[in-house]
């Protein structure tokens, strides 16, 4: 059934009805308001026994989109909880105001706010321009820009998410308000130091040296999977709900949230919603990006090549099951300890039928996911004294997707394989680039490895 001729989905429509979900106050800042934030961070808050009092102001990362759907709504969206036979719609009210990115008034007017207490950010791995040794890339284009603009103090627009968090920083350091928790929420392995180092030095070079210290950095590990939302996901919604909801999301039910870190201003009972509180979360985030985040890159390159689309075909393909298998033999052994009962959670996971997480959307910032999430399951065969053979076939796979046009996010072959060996060392990146297919003519007869 279409959902066009229903109502609008919002809060005063649902006032109106008889089931109000009024909007909290404002005292979380999020950047990045895509389907991930919404499925995992605000559904986190909309549950936690005190999620009355915790809204979220949500600002897209880059393009206006989402806000343009949600804001309408005043914030309020549906979840559909995908599971391997029904679904589970629920109404989600936590994000009270939502914004483009390039609103950078409010944004400073609300991180200057002393009721303010979290900023989260969901912008992926590639969003953060750090270099492949963890640093922010000061030559990046983007970078170089927002410094220009920071420097002047005449900000107009600001391209890059960590110079927004800096921005309102300044702007909470000039109203001598206390500090806030910087909670990032991507797949980065240390996330928490990487950015409060990142935010020092753009700081240092913009001539805003105090304002990091108006904050503590908290580390997270977080898992859900969230696949693109399509038109039929809408119709879902109407026939569930009566609603029509322009800005809907679908996750998996299995979710996590782990989080190491100090909340200076307080923060939302998210444990009361299933989060999870740690003194030492490295094996967390090992465990999730090699062995959760690896194996997606291992399906969606093999399975790409094949002419498959979601991880649910890919995982039922005898030959990419057998890639699957062989790099997770290699990535359990790089985490250690016990992953018997994660990896065959995992395995239940991508095989529900009913979750369309396209493998193109898996295969995207290739180069900053394989250097995270497969390049150390190398290291630590070769360490080893094995040879990381499945862990070496993912970056075969991936080097046949850009030469066939299926990953369209490198650019020049030679140039990407040369950025993903820099961390290795000069045996391992020579094998990289055998394994790439540039061994001749490319990246090693530049010098370049």
Same mark, same amino acid.
């Not at 997707?401 to 020579?430: F, K, M």
């Given at each position: 059934?279409?959902?066009?001729?229903?109502?609008?989905?919002?809060?005063?429509?649902?006032?109106?009805?008889?089931?109000?979900?009024? %909007?909290?106050?404002?005292?979380?800042?999020?950047?990045?308001? @895509?389907?991930?934030?919404?499925?995992?961070?605000?559904?986190? !808050?909309?549950?936690? !026994?005190?999620?009355?009092?915790?809204?979220?102001?949500?600002?897209?990362?880059?393009?206006?989109?989402? &806000?343009?759907?949600?804001?309408?709504?005043?914030?309020?969206?549906?979840?559909?909880?995908?599971?391997?036979?029904?679904?589970?719609? !629920?109404?989600?009210?936590?994000?009270?105001?939502?914004?483009?990115?390039?609103?950078?008034?409010?944004?400073?007017?609300?991180? %200057?706010?002393?009721?303010? %207490?979290?900023?989260?950010? !969901?912008?992926?791995?590639?969003?953060?321009?750090?270099? %492949?040794?963890?640093?922010?890339?000061?030559?990046?284009?983007?970078?170089?820009?927002?410094?220009?603009?920071?420097?002047?103090?005449?900000?107009?627009?600001?391209?890059?998410?960590?110079?927004?968090?800096?921005?309102?920083?300044?702007?909470?350091?000039?109203?001598?308000?206390?500090?806030?928790?910087?909670?990032?929420?991507?797949?980065?392995?240390?996330?928490?130091?990487?950015?409060?180092?990142?935010?020092?030095?753009?700081?240092?070079?913009?001539?805003?040296?105090?304002?990091?210290?108006?904050?503590?950095?908290?580390?997270?590990?977080?898992?859900?999977?969230?696949?693109?939302?399509?038109? +039929?996901?809408?119709?879902?919604?109407?026939?569930?709900?009566?609603?029509?909801?322009?800005?809907?999301?679908? &996750?998996?039910?299995?979710?996590?949230?782990?989080?190491?870190?100090?909340?200076? &201003?307080?923060?939302?009972?998210?444990?009361?919603? @299933?989060?999870?509180?740690?003194?030492?979360?490295?094996?967390?985030?090992?465990?999730?990006?090699?062995?959760?985040?690896?194996?997606?890159? &291992?399906?969606?390159?093999?399975?790409?090549?094949?002419?498959?689309?979601? /991880?649910?075909?890919?995982?039922?393909?005898?030959?990419?099951?057998?890639?699957?298998? +062989?790099?997770?033999?290699?990535?359990?052994?790089?985490?250690?300890?016990?992953?018997?009962?994660?990896?065959?959670?995992?395995?239940?996971?991508?095989?529900?039928?009913?979750?369309?997480?396209?493998?193109?959307?898996?295969?995207?910032?290739?180069?900053?996911?394989?250097?995270?999430?497969?390049?150390? /399951?190398?290291?630590?065969?070769?360490?080893?004294?094995?040879?990381?053979?499945?862990?070496?076939?993912?970056?075969?796979?991936?080097?046949?997707?850009?030469?066939?046009?299926?990953?369209?996010?490198?650019?020049?072959?030679?140039?990407?394989?040369?950025?993903?060996?820099?961390?290795?060392?000069?045996?391992?990146?020579?094998?990289?680039?055998?394994?790439?297919?540039?061994?001749?003519? @490319?990246?090693?007869? +530049?010098?370049?490895?």
């Amino acid at each position: 059934m279409s959902a066009a001729g229903l109502p609008r989905l919002s809060r005063e429509a649902l006032a109106r009805v008889g089931t109000p979900l009024p %909007a909290p106050p404002v005292r979380i800042v999020h950047i990045g308001a @895509g389907a991930f934030h919404r499925a995992h961070q605000a559904w986190y !808050t909309a549950r936690a !026994t005190d999620a009355a009092s915790w809204g979220i102001a949500a600002f897209t990362g880059r393009g206006d989109d989402v &806000a343009n759907r949600l804001a309408p709504q005043g914030g309020v969206y549906s979840l559909i909880e995908r599971g391997p036979v029904t679904d589970r719609v !629920t109404q989600i009210g936590s994000i009270a105001e939502v914004r483009p990115a390039g609103h950078l008034d409010r944004l400073c007017a609300l991180l %200057a706010a002393p009721e303010t %207490a979290v900023v989260t950010l !969901t912008v992926t791995e590639a969003g953060y321009h750090l270099r %492949a040794d963890g640093t922010l890339d000061l030559d990046d284009l983007a970078v170089r820009a927002d410094l220009e603009a920071l420097r002047g103090r005449e900000v107009t627009t600001l391209r890059t998410p960590l110079a927004r968090v800096l921005l309102g920083l300044e702007a909470r350091r000039r109203a001598s308000v206390d500090p806030v928790a910087i909670v990032p929420c991507d797949n980065l392995p240390d996330n928490g130091s990487r950015v409060r180092h990142a935010l020092e030095t753009l700081a240092e070079a913009a001539g805003m040296t105090d304002a990091p210290a108006l904050a503590s950095f908290v580390t997270t590990s977080v898992d859900r999977i969230t696949p693109r939302t399509t038109a +039929s996901d809408v119709s879902v919604v109407g026939e569930a709900t009566g609603w029509r909801d322009d800005a809907p999301v679908v &996750a998996e039910p299995f979710s996590d949230w782990t989080l190491c870190g100090e909340f200076p &201003a307080g923060r939302p009972a998210w444990e009361s919603a @299933g989060a999870v509180f740690v003194d030492d979360i490295e094996p967390y985030v090992r465990r999730k990006l090699l062995m959760l985040n690896g194996g997606h890159l &291992a399906l969606a390159f093999e399975g790409l090549r094949r002419g498959l689309t979601t /991880v649910a075909e890919a995982v039922a393909d005898r030959e990419c099951r057998r890639a699957l298998e +062989s790099f997770w033999d290699e990535s359990g052994r790089a985490v250690g300890g016990d992953v018997d009962g994660y990896r065959a959670s995992l395995a239940e996971r991508f095989e529900n039928p009913r979750i369309e997480h396209r493998l193109a959307q898996i295969a995207v910032d290739t180069v900053t996911k394989l250097r995270l999430r497969v390049l150390p /399951v190398v290291r630590s065969e070769r360490a080893a004294g094995r040879p990381g053979e499945a862990a070496v076939d993912v970056v075969s796979a991936w080097a046949a997707c850009v030469r066939d046009g299926l990953v369209l996010d490198a650019g020049d072959l030679d140039r990407a394989v040369a950025e993903l060996a820099r961390e290795a060392d000069s045996r391992d990146a020579g094998l990289l680039a055998t394994a790439a297919g540039v061994a001749t003519g @490319g990246a090693l007869a +530049s010098g370049r490895l």
